[in-house]
């Protein structure tokens, strides 16, 4: 449910993890990447409180707080799909009709037929396909990337791995993917 009192805190944190990475950006001499967003089903949240009291939310909050182009990011809208060098980028893909989520990295490679990366689930899932012609096709879910302990969730389920990929090699959806633990940066950055 929406909680208008933590909505502003939400976006202010957002805004300092940008003005974070952009600001250290900014300081390389080297290119600055292409920032690409994937908005999530928490985003998408203000979407549908602003539809279910229009009246008194619509033109007070927006997706508009998360200042994406602001600092330079390409946007795509929940569910909706960004495709980059063959890969498509999701939140997370869909089973069927009903726009439930896949729930495993092998069953996203057999209902999209093509590489993909999604977040949304705690942990980490990967499965390896290849098409008729031998293009290989890796999907991968990945949606871990804090530190802190959901308070949702129990400490069985709250025991997961942490950490994001990189992908190296990238050419028409194929990859080589490296996965770097919250755990190895804190140890190599001594942050």
């Known amino acids: 449910s929406f909680e208008g009192r933590r909505y502003w805190k939400d976006i202010e944190a957002g805004i300092d993890a940008q003005d974070r990475i952009y600001t250290r950006l900014k300081a390389r001499k080297k290119k600055k990447p292409k920032f690409i967003r994937t908005l999530g089903n928490h ?3 203000i979407d549908r409180a602003i539809d ?5 939310l619509d033109g007070v ?9 602001e600092y330079g ?3 795509f809208p929940f569910l909706k799909a960004a495709k980059v060098d063959g890969i498509h980028y999701s939140h997370y893909f869909t089973s069927g009709v009903l726009g439930r989520p896949c729930t495993s990295a092998a ?10 990366v999604a977040g949304h689930q705690q942990g980490r899932d990967i499965a390896y396909g290849k098409r008729a012609d031998g ?6 879910i990945c949606g871990s990337c804090y530190e802190h302990d959901k308070a949702y969730l129990n400490h069985q389920t709250n025991n997961h791995w942490r950490g994001l ?8 959806g194929s990859f080589d993917e490296m996965p770097v633990s919250l755990k190895y940066l804190r140890k190599r950055y001594a942050v």
């Open 165 to 172: 990929y990189i992908l190296h090699d990238v050419k028409d």
């Open 52 to 56: 279910k009291d229009a009246a008194i």
């Open 107 to 116: 069953a996203q490679l057999n209902k999209k037929h093509m590489s993909c």
């Open 43 to 45: 985003e998408h949240r």
């Open 73 to 75: 990011w390409e946007e």
């Open 135 to 140: 293009t290989e096709m890796t999907a991968i």
């Open 61 to 69: 909050i927006s997706t508009k707080d998360l200042m994406s182009r």
